[in-house]
């Protein structure tokens, strides 16, 4: 009922905006309300319009870069939102508070965790007591691989109580550690205290994709996906098995899922350039592992794909440089990991 | 069109519905017996684990089946680990062991008598069995952590260990061998040798890992890259270690299983590598002694997605008989096993996730392995010994797989319907194929780490027809290794296979060419071009027999 009386009263409003910029079509606080109304009615795209159209007339108003910021973020799409609320921020450093746990996620879904650790480290002393920035920057911590800091962080939550996202950060230490028992232990705890925190499912996809259950891994990720169709991680590792199934259409259909949280992502990037080899495109293959490798000069799989790429289009002496580029990069690798690990 | 199909899978009967399979019925399939317990021998895969984790102990047992008395039926050799730290076969529980096979389902221990105990040699992997010296007996060479040895067969039943006067115990200090393949890489008629070769290691030198109070089998990564060897057979009972004059020196690798196989048609045997967590070498045979890695150009040196992999057993045979033969390598659990599909003998496309490999292999850690075509159907059916490096995940022991080739396109796991003692689980490595009883079914041997070897007979009973061909050389090796064997059947159907006792990982099989033939009982002809350029065409061959050729002498 009070849902419905909500939802009458965007709808008002929205129509409401809508007259008035008909007749005042330059109103860019008319435009940003229109959005924020359009938002709050869970009509992302249709407000994203409306913010950019404003931001025309007011390309540096900060109002309007956070709430269009918003409007991406509630989409699934970090890399537009981060861009938006960097760019507030820069304008108006008064938001600059309001922004850092939104900007940090987005560096989380990313994937770059040293912004987001540059960002969060400094607040660490004043929200000791915050949930979601410890949330937040266990994450960061975890996926930039500093794992002492981050089980302190996990410590921390836990102290609290019990927590999902404790749990799925254990059980992401644990991943990285191959204790695959522990870790599922962890995440099937997050995941029953709370079955839809996000990137939980994923986690659990990873896992058994680690541990070969490759069945139970599209379980996991489509479940991931049912909650947040552009989740990153599920998109990836979709298409990785739909790859190996050699299903390239649906290969491509994830992988482009993917790209669309990370745009560029050099990994999504290589995946699809051998989609493209195995396809018989290798002149496809050729131009997107060349501007991989322009970006990434250190991508030794790329070099190393590269290298048969050019070999099939009877390039010999560039095929022979990739492949020495390639192996000399993978010894250095190897000389870096040759750490104590288990296979 | 079954008629039942097109009634779209149903039948009224009265006046209910009778639902019948719009599949194909099933077909007969044999299954696997052990009969290892029928014999009396001691031997067991002894890797001397005692809880301290030394980095070789997860590759023991090499299996080589080989007629050593020329008898007629295939004889079995097992290779064994040592006391660690120590690295010596102490007593009788590491030593080696050669079965003879009494031809009555029972083998017989011999291996004191022949000689081949090995009671000098310290921790051994693979073995490989050829005839080198063309004396009509099949040799053997023995992979080891410390000296590899190579035993010549007397013909009276007893070896020696000829080594040192051979000039094939020459490598580095502390290199760890891990398999052989007999070959004749320049077609002079003698079989010369290659080895895969791990990494420098001794007892000393190994490393210890351990995480939370545990110790495990420490990554490969932690010890180095060497190079593979090879070994150009002079005559006489002699060879010349040409490592480095062949190119083989110049790549760097983890080496487990080889195959051998012509894959460019040129005539000339070239060389597959699997490696453990280091690309897979292809060594291109260049006709003049030496030879060119190209795993980057076949495209068979990574996966699909560019991961070097922990590559064991490897076998190169042409599983979609359509001329040229292809490859096929396991690796470890949550990896994909590689299957290669040789494309006109230009290079090789990823075949794993087609055939449905990439699906059925992923939860299993396979070491030995091969094609083998089990049901006699006519195409050749994928194998593999499987059992994790470690002991401590949920599913630490393993039962091998057999994945049945569907009309040369895809597999499907059959191994739950090929019996209990198929299915047993254990930590697998060494195999071999062999047609153990001369019924022309191939039957598997199989090591497993602490436990007696099964000698599994196949049933032979799904009334499919087959030959077994014994190539005898004359211009070329005795044994004929690397003939190229071509059958069309009677109805037209074609088939290819060559003569390689390489398979696997650490193992040596029945060298005898095995063709599956289905339904069919007549064979239009039998094609063998032999390593020496003469090709020999027989017409109108008998199936159900074991049929040796002679190699023309001109």
């Known amino acids: 009922m009070l849902l419905a009386h909500v939802l009458c009263a965007q709808e008002d409003a929205i129509r409401g905006y809508r007259q008035y910029l008909e007749a005042h079509p330059d109103s860019v606080e008319a435009r940003s309300n229109l959005g924020a109304a359009l938002a709050r009615a869970g009509q992302y795209e249709e407000a994203i319009a409306e913010y950019d159209r404003a931001l025309l007339k007011n390309p540096d108003n900060p109002v309007l870069l956070l709430n269009l910021g918003l409007a991406y973020y509630k989409t699934g799409r970090p890399a537009e939102a981060a861009a938006r609320f960097e760019r507030a921020a820069a304008l108006a450093p008064q938001f600059k508070e309001q922004v850092v746990l939104l900007l940090s996620s987005c560096y989380n879904s990313l994937g770059k965790y040293k912004e987001a650790i540059a960002l969060l480290a400094p607040l660490e002393k004043d929200k000791s007591d915050d949930q979601a920035f410890d949330y937040l920057y266990g994450t960061a911590l975890i996926g930039d691989g500093q794992n002492a800091r981050g089980a302190a962080i996990i410590d921390r939550i836990l102290s609290r109580g019990e927590s999902a996202e404790a749990r799925l950060l254990q059980g992401t230490l644990k991943l990285g550690a191959h204790d695959y028992d522990g870790a599922l232990a962890e995440i099937e705890k997050a995941i029953a205290l709370n079955d839809r925190l996000p990137g939980a499912h994923a986690r659990l ?78 002149d496809q293959a050729r131009r997107a592992l060349e501007a991989l490798i322009g970006e990434s000069p250190d991508f030794a799989e790329a070099h190393a794909t590269l290298a048969t790429v050019y070999y099939r289009m009877d390039r010999r002496s560039d095929g022979d440089r990739e492949r020495a580029l390639a192996q000399k990069l993978m010894d250095q690798r190897d000389a870096a990991e040759a750490g104590v690990k288990p296979r | 069109m079954k008629w039942w199909l097109a009634l779209g899978g149903w039948l009224v009967v009265g006046g209910g519905w009778l639902v019948f399979s719009d599949q194909a019925p099933e077909p007969r399939r044999p299954h696997f017996t052990d009969i290892a317990s029928k014999s009396n021998f001691a031997y067991r895969t002894d890797n001397n684990f005692t809880g301290r984790k030394y980095f070789p102990q997860t590759m023991c047992g090499g299996v080589a089946a080989l007629d050593f008395d020329n008898d007629g039926r295939m004889d079995l050799f097992f290779t064994n680990g040592a006391k660690l730290p120590e690295m010596q076969k102490t007593d009788a529980r590491f030593y080696n062991c050669l079965l003879r096979n009494r031809g009555d389902g029972t083998f017989e221990d011999v291996t004191a008598r022949a000689g081949l105990l090995g009671k000098d040699l310290g921790f051994s992997f693979g073995v490989a069995a050829g005839d080198y010296d063309n004396d009509g007996f099949e040799d053997l060479f023995v992979c080891n952590a410390g000296p590899n040895v190579l035993y010549h067969n007397n013909g009276d039943g007893t070896f020696t260990d000829v080594t040192e006067r051979s000039g094939i115990g020459t490598k580095p200090k502390d290199v760890l061998s891990v398999a052989g393949a007999w070959f004749d890489y320049d077609n002079d008629g003698k079989l010369d040798l290659i080895v895969s070769n791990y990494t420098v290691w001794t007892p000393q030198t190994d490393k210890i890992c351990a995480a939370n109070g545990r110790e495990f089998y420490c990554h490969p990564k932690v010890y180095t890259n060497v190079a593979h060897r090879l070994y150009h057979n002079l005559g006489n009972g002699r060879f010349e270690d040409v490592t480095d004059t062949s190119g083989f020196g110049k790549e760097l690798g983890k080496g487990m299983g080889i195959a051998i196989a012509d894959f460019n048609g040129d005539g000339y045997m070239d060389v597959f590598v699997a490696n453990d967590t280091v690309r897979n070498f292809l060594f291109i045979n260049q006709k003049n002694g030496t030879f060119k890695e190209s795993g980057y150009e076949w495209g068979v040196a990574y996966d699909e997605s560019g991961n070097a992999g922990s590559s064991m057993g490897a076998d190169a045979k042409d599983y979609d008989n359509d001329g040229w033969p292809d490859i096929f390598y396991n690796n470890l659990k949550g990896q994909i096993w590689g299957l ?57 022991r393993q039962p091998d797989t057999m994945f049945e080739n569907v009309d040369g396109k895809q597999f499907r796991d059959v191994s739950g319907l090929l019996g209990a003692d198929f299915n047993r689980a254990g930590f697998q490595r060494g195999s071999a194929f062999a047609d153990l009883n001369n019924d022309g079914f191939p039957d598997l041997v199989v090591t497993s780490l602490g436990e007696k070897p099964r000698i599994l007979m196949n049933s032979a009973d799904n009334g499919n027809h087959w030959l077994l061909v014994n190539t005898v050389g004359r211009r070329s090796n005795r044994d004929g290794i690397g003939a190229a064997l071509k059958l069309t059947t009677a109805a037209g159907r074609t088939l290819y296979n060559h003569v390689t006792t390489s398979d696997g990982f650490m193992s040596s099989s029945d060298k005898r060419v095995h063709f599956g033939l289905g339904a069919e009982t007549g064979i239009q002809s039998l094609e063998i071009r032999w390593p020496s350029g003469s090709v020999q065409t027989l017409k109108k061959v008998r199936a159900d027999r074991i049929l040796t050729v002679t190699e023309p002498a001109r």
Not at chain 1, 206 to 233: C, I, T, W, Y
Not at chain 1, 249 to 274: E, I, S
Not at chain 2, 364 to 369: K, Q
Request: proline share 1%.
């Open chain 1, 205 to 282: 996809g990873e896992l058994s994709m680690a541990k070969g259950e490759n069945d139970r891994a599209r379980a996991a990720f489509g479940q991931e996906l049912a909650m947040d169709p552009d989740e990153f991680v599920s998109n990836l590792n979709m298409g990785v098995l739909a790859k190996q199934d050699q299903d390239y259409a649906a290969a491509r259909r994830y992988f482009d899922r993917a790209l669309r949280a990370r745009p560029n992502d050099a990994g999504v990037r290589y995946q699809m350039a051998n989609v493209d080899l195995a396809t018989g495109n290798a």
């Open chain 2, 340 to 396: 290669y599909r040789n494309m006109g003998g230009k290079y090789m496309n990823y075949a794993s996730g087609f055939s449905h490999l990439s699906r059925l292999s992923v939860r299993s850690s396979g070491w030995s392995n091969g094609f083998v075509d089990y049901n006699n159907d006519g195409w050749k059916d994928v194998y593999s010994a499987n059992g994790d490096i470690d002991d401590q995940g949920e599913i630490s």
